[in-house]
């Protein structure tokens, strides 16, 4: 049995937002290409909670593969959502937490959003149904001890899941909606949202599938017609100082394993940080290597940190710095900061500046 999930796809109306009733229209089209039995949408497919929702139920019934049940439980934008208030053929709305079987070997357990409530307890009066059992959990929450990155669209803590609830009611499996990053823990697993809703959500997008039989859970590429980019890079004053700059933007561009062809769904957002020589032969390099993308926000690279400054023996100071710190043993983490934030930090020191 193949399952798919996928969660916050923030549905407005095709005219303000028609690329995220794009992405899930690619995301029924691969559950038919890859015989997917059951698509789950783990919170938020819509943005609020709404009068009607004919633009869906359209959407669904045009992309829906044959024989396709598609499970969705509430989240926090979407909380009122329920079986009466939404039609389509395979469509079941979870908006009670219930327990049901997969198969004969597997139950999964839906865990809507429920305001002021913790994943834990809306577990706990189905502890004895679930003892001895291999079962998944879906829910919309906080991952507590999970990856935590400032969400301007969403602050604040929802919902949350501890690692106390993994080690209590033993889940094999948990698949959350609510946090837009894709997440990949032992247990714990965020699909993310399959089209981004601003800058911070950067990256290609995705939708989990679980093979149940192989016990294998796969990334699938989401045909987004739009994709942001939020990249930064720190300059030191030194001999090739644009040609070093111009292999790290490329190099930066080819890690994000664009797809041929995506170029003009990219809005980017390009900070240079640092010193240099030359600020507006900087400012056209920028330019000429990020043309293929669109800027996002005020259509400009971003140099208000970029300082014009020339000082030869503060510019080697600096460079023995970075070398240093490059070759750091260090684990980056939302705990500590990265090595270009280390950089950051010792270069404001060498040239005194804030």
């Avoid at 396709?68 to 908006?95: F, R, V």
């Avoid at 959003?113 to 834990?120: C, E, I, L, P």
């Avoid at 706990?124 to 959990?137: D, V, Y």
């Avoid at 997008?205 to 016990?215: A, I, M, P, S």
């Amino acid at each position: 049995m193949k399952i798919a999930f996928t969660a916050d796809n923030h549905l407005t109306t095709q005219s303000i937002n028609p690329e995220r009733f794009a992405s899930l229209a690619d995301i029924l089209q691969q559950c038919g290409e890859n015989q997917v039995k059951l698509l789950i949408i783990a919170g938020d497919l819509f943005d609020q909670s709404l009068p009607n929702y004919s633009e869906f139920e359209s959407l669904y019934k045009k992309h829906r593969p044959p024989g396709l049940t598609t499970a969705i439980i509430p989240g926090n934008h979407d909380e009122s959502l329920n079986q009466e208030s939404i039609t389509g053929d395979g469509l079941i709305i979870h908006n009670e937490p219930q327990l049901l079987p997969l198969n004969k070997t597997w139950k999964i357990l839906f865990v809507p959003y429920q305001k002021s409530q913790t994943m834990g307890s809306s577990i706990a009066p189905f502890a004895a149904e679930l003892t001895g059992q291999r079962w998944i959990l879906v829910g919309h929450g906080d991952w507590s001890p999970g990856v935590r990155t400032p969400d301007t669209y969403e602050p604040g803590v929802y919902m949350p899941l501890t690692r106390s609830d993994l080690v209590l009611y033993k889940p094999e499996l948990v698949f959350l909606g609510h946090i837009h990053l894709p997440f990949d823990g032992e247990k714990v697993h965020y699909p993310g949202s399959p089209c981004p809703l601003n800058i911070t959500e950067t990256g290609l997008r995705h939708f989990l599938l679980l093979d149940l039989k192989q016990g294998k859970i796969t990334p699938k590429l989401v045909d987004s017609p739009l994709l942001f980019f939020d990249e930064r890079f720190v300059m030191l004053s030194r001999e090739n100082e644009l040609e070093f700059l111009e292999n790290q933007m490329k190099e930066r561009i080819d890690s994000w394993e664009l797809p041929t062809g995506w170029e003009n769904r990219v809005q980017v957002q390009v900070e240079v940080a640092g010193f240099a020589a030359d600020r507006e032969a900087v400012n056209k390099i920028v330019r000429k290597v990020f043309s293929p993308f669109s800027f996002s926000e005020d259509g400009e690279p971003d140099l208000k940190k970029l300082y014009h400054r020339l000082d030869p023996d503060r510019e080697q100071i600096a460079l023995d710095i970075q070398d240093w710190i490059e070759k750091l043993e260090w684990t980056e983490s939302t705990s500590a900061p990265t090595k270009t934030e280390i950089l950051e930090e010792a270069l404001k020191v060498i040239y005194g500046v804030d």
